[in-house]
């Protein structure tokens, strides 16, 4: 048996990058899966990618939105795992040229949408099941200048899952932290610039290369398997933490 047949699973993100990719392989491991997204034709993209008939379906929705999604989790009802990968290109400027619309808009985006998910999803996820969020390598090795805002936020999931995992246990919360992935937020960030970021990243990581989705999504479904493992970070950035 599939390790996740008969569970669903919300992957807020979904419709693309590392969220495509925790959908595709929790698909192939037996789960139903819900991909959220805000953009309806990524989204029935994605559907179309993940060639999955009943086993997946998607719901637009904003995670800034809090209607959105609330009427998100009272229709999909009980659940077994939440995962979210949503999130924005980040502010990059120099701090005394931040544009602080900016800011907000990310901050919304990235962390008080977790606070909203959580919020919401707490009402119907299952005892035994679980919230997995994502933060990143900024927080490890901040990108200069410009790195604040992305690193503080990036950071604060640390804490956010420990006192999550206090709060709503025995259910589970835990972060991934990824380093570079070759995913389309990266062509919004540096464009045709891409390749010549990757290649000299390449040279520098012990792995060698750039990830891909599918490298990084198995630490979203040992998260989910794991039965013991709560208020962790989890970090898969092929050695980036040590350069």
Known sequence: MAAFTGQKIIVVGGSSGIGLG???????????????GRSPDKLRAAEQSLDAGLQVRSVVA???????????????????????????PPPGDPIERTDM?????????????AVMLAKHAAATLRRDGSMIFTSGINKDRPPIPGGAV?????????????????????????????????TPMWDEIVGE?????FAGMAGRLPAGRIATPADVAPAYLYLMQSAFTTGETIHIDGGHCLI
Request: charged share 20%.
């Open 150 to 182: 992305v690193s503080a936020i990036a950071g604060s999931f640390g804490f956010f899952a420990r006192a999550l995992a206090l709060e709503l246990a025995p259910r589970r919360v835990n972060i991934v932290s990824p380093g570079w992935v070759d």
């Open 22 to 36: 925790v959908a595709r392989a929790a698909l192939e491991n037996g789960a139903d899966v819900v991909i959220v």
């Open 193 to 197: 610039a891409k390749s010549g970021f």
């Open 62 to 88: 904003d995670m800034t939105e809090e209607a959105d999604l609330a009427r998100l989790f009272q229709n999909a009802g009980a659940f077994d795992h939440l995962v979210s990968t949503a999130g924005t």
């Open 101 to 113: 619309a900016m800011v907000r808009r990310f901050v919304d985006n990235k962390l008080i949408g």
